[in-house]
């Protein structure tokens, strides 16, 4: 039953009130629905928080904001090597929250303006499935062709005592004062940004993580540089240790770790993960399968078990980042409007941690190299950026590739460093064209850059025994 089009553009099957009916309007269903209405489909999107999602209003950009603000007390004392001499900075927490407010307010109507000036219909509110063509907001049914869900992800909390004493990522870009000692529970990337941005604007912070080693996934080089980094900035990082209990005490707030250490802090963060956002939706009752985690089930054209039900983005939980819900969005609209089936490519999807100092990362970490292809060469970069020589910083970058011996083709690059995550896009290029290690070595480097160190290394390191 696919889509009949004409020349001009899609015949409007009228039996339904819209051709799209989309749920969020974050990243993924913003694109989803701006292009489908491009192909000329009928599209409304509903929205009952705030329109861009998570990654404008308490995602990715404000994050990145309070990035920025946080990197300026290193660089107001690496000054002092180039001779710059400054009275004693102050910095003002509400200021700039009030800074960020303005612009992501200011993003809500850039959003706002993109939808309806392509003809998106956008409906305040809460949205449910009542049945595979119809959605209710409020005491409105509307029917459509084809339902997207797009509904992101929710932080979850961890089921302890005390929990309702902390907060998430959420509440951290809105708190009213900068709390002056602050605990994060978690070793994701959302974790390990905050524990810089905290420490960066002046707190002193302790990062909690039961696992052996933070950020999971990542290479193990990457992890073990920036745990070293981070532990000389003066964050306070504590791995193999679980929270069991968390109260409020006489100024501040009290954590029990397993094994019955305590910790004292102003602000507890968990930063334990995220759900999909599928409760209260109608999905299963309609027939839409979800999985063990809440996720919707979706193939690779992200369609449900619902034929006329689509999902994408962070409710599928596939790979939660903003770029990736944005190309199912895109790929939605070209299956279900433009007649052309499009399946998103998730192969070697780049991604940054803006921690400090940040992380830059695409394609194999070693160990899924070795175990992917066997044989492999590990070429591996340690140094004090040029910067420091001046500053007397001990910051140190570290840059990796992991080359298939094979066929020589660059499997991975990882880098943790100023810039990381501008200089890996563009080797993300590289890798997705399948380039090999002697290209790597036949392009000449811009000198003086860490970047051109991808270019020029050739230490590689010996195999393990
Ligand atoms: C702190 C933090 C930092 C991040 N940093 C980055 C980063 O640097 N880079 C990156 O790529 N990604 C980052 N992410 C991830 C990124 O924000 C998400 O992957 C992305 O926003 C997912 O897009 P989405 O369209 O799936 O969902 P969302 O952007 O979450 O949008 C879902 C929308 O649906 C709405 N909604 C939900 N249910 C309903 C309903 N029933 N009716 C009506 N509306 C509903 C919600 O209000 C929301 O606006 C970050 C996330 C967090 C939490």
């Known amino acids: 039953m696919g889509l009949k089009v004409e020349k001009k553009g899609l015949r409007h099957m009228d039996r339904y009130d819209y051709d799209l009916f989309t749920i969020g309007a974050g990243s993924g269903g913003v694109r989803a629905s701006r292009v489908s209405a491009s192909y000329g489909a009928r599209v409304a999107i509903a929205e009952e928080r705030y329109l861009g999602g998570t990654c404008v209003n308490v995602g990715c950009i404000p994050k990145k904001l309070l990035v920025y603000a946080a990197h300026f007390s290193e660089d107001f004392a690496d000054g002092a090597g ?3 001499t400054l009275g004693v900075p102050r910095f ?3 200021r700039l929250i009030a800074n960020k407010d303005r612009e992501i307010e200011r993003l ?7 939808l309806t000036d392509s003809g998106v219909t956008i409906i305040d509110g809460h949205a449910e499935v009542l049945n595979p063509h119809t959605v209710v907001v409020g005491e409105e049914r509307y029917t459509a062709r084809y339902i997207l869900i797009a509904t992101g992800s929710w932080p979850s909390v961890p089921k302890i005592p005390g929990a309702e004493h902390a907060i998430t990522s959420n509440e951290a870009f809105f708190l009213r004062a900068l709390p002056p000692r602050v605990i994060i529970v978690g070793g994701g990337y959302v974790g390990v940004e905050f524990a810089g941005i905290f420490h960066g604007l002046g707190a002193r912070v302790t990062q909690i993580h039961r696992g052996r080693l933070f950020l999971r996934g990542f290479d193990d080089d990457v992890r073990e540089t920036l745990a070293a980094e981070m532990t000389k900035k003066g964050i306070d990082l504590r791995f193999n240790a679980e929270v069991k209990e968390i109260e409020k005490v006489k100024g501040g707030m009290r954590v029990t770790l397993e094994g019955g250490l305590t910790l004292e802090a102003d602000l507890i963060m968990f930063a334990t ?5 599928t409760r209260g939706l109608g999905l299963e009752e309609v027939g839409v399968r979800l999985n063990e985690k809440g996720a919707v089930i979706v193939d690779d054209y992200s369609r449900s078990t619902v034929p006329s039900v689509y999902a994408i983005g962070d409710c599928t939980d596939r790979l939660k980042l903003t770029p990736v819900a944005i190309a199912e969005g895109r790929a939605v609209a070209e299956t279900l409007f433009n007649q052309s089936p499009t399946k998103p490519n998730y192969a070697n999807v780049p991604s940054a941690v803006f921690s400090l100092p940040n992380v830059g990362t695409v394609g194999l970490t070693e160990r899924e190299a070795r175990q992917r292809y066997g044989k492999i060469d590990v070429y591996r970069t340690a140094f004090r950026p040029l910067k420091h020589t001046l500053t007397g910083r001990d910051e140190m970058t570290m840059m990796k590739l992991v080359v298939d011996r094979a066929t020589d083709r660059v499997l991975g690059c990882h880098m943790v460093g100023p810039e990381a995550g501008e200089i890996i896009q563009g080797l993300a290029i590289a890798i997705s064209c399948g380039a090999t290690k002697g290209q790597f070595d036949s392009t000449i480097g811009i000198h003086p850059t860490a970047a051109e160190e ?7 390191v010996p195999d393990p025994a």
């Open 92 to 94: 003002d927490w509400a």
């Open 108 to 114: 809500n109507g850039v959003y706002h303006k993109l």
């Open 454 to 460: 991808f270019v020029t290394t050739r230490s590689r």
């Open 273 to 277: 993960g995220r759900w999909p956002n």
């Open 82 to 84: 180039f001779g710059w």
